[in-house]
């Protein structure tokens, strides 16, 4: 558990550090991305998936949950003015990734694909925080990814994607984005916000002074 609210410091220059683990959302930067766009992105996701678990639970309402965490950072400036995308796929076997990235495409650019896949491989090669990652046994199992990026206008955009599986088993264990037996059904939802640079740098001290003193029921880990 996270106690209280703490600065995170990530230096997007270093390799080491491509994206942060935040309860069980992936928030994936790109390279040449600056430390404080970085911790405004970071900051709004630890307030919007702490309000959003408060009030649904993602397994079994994920609309909902995606719904209530984008209204959340619309409520700290992010725009959320663009259609969502949701596909579901019944008797799932497959690559999550590929599936992932082909249901998202429409709103992902090159950087934030190749932001991912840094951090899934960061996150594949950690076994000991890997065993964090609920899901990993039990009927029902979300995730989200969540790539930055920025458009041509210099905006700073997010892809807040939820995949959820509904097994077929009580206990298989596996990578989550690997499926090597057919499950239920896998559904992935994604939805784009966006947040110009002029109302980022007016709210970055408010968002910040917003964590101050808040407990946290979920932990946080830098890949």
């Known amino acids: 558990m996270v106690p209280v609210y703490k600065e995170v410091v990530i230096i997007m220059n270093d390799v080491k550090h491509n994206a942060t683990l935040v309860g069980d959302i992936l928030l994936t930067g790109i390279q040449g991305q600056s430390r404080e ?10 307030l919007a998936q702490r309000q959003a678990d408060a009030t649904y639970k993602s397994t079994t309402e994920p609309g909902r949950w ?20 949701e596909h579901v796929k019944p008797q799932f076997k497959g690559s999550v990734r590929q599936l992932w990235s082909q249901v998202a495409s429409p709103l992902l650019s090159r950087d934030q694909v190749g932001g991912v896949d840094r951090g899934l491989v960061a996150l594949e090669n950690d076994v000991e925080l890997l065993k964090k990652v609920k899901g ?10 969540m790539p930055i990026s920025y458009n041509a206008d210099g905006d700073m955009e997010l892809v807040v994607t939820n995949i959820r599986f509904i097994k077929s088993s ?46 946290f029921d979920f932990e ?3 890949l």
């Open 37 to 46: 766009d970085y911790q405004f992105a970071l900051n709004c996701t630890y």
């Open 220 to 222: 946080d880990y830098e």
């Open 66 to 85: 995606s719904d209530y965490f984008t209204d959340v950072l619309w409520s700290h400036g992010w725009n959320r003015d663009y259609q969502p995308i």
């Open 136 to 145: 990993l046994s039990g009927k029902l199992f979300d995730f989200k990814i």
């Open 170 to 215: 009580m206990n298989t264990r596996y990578f989550f984005w690997d499926i090597s037996q057919v499950m239920t059904q896998l559904d992935v939802m994604a939805r784009k916000v966006v947040i110009s640079r002029r109302v980022m740098d007016a709210r970055r001290l408010r968002v910040q002074k917003a964590l101050e003193g808040v407990k």
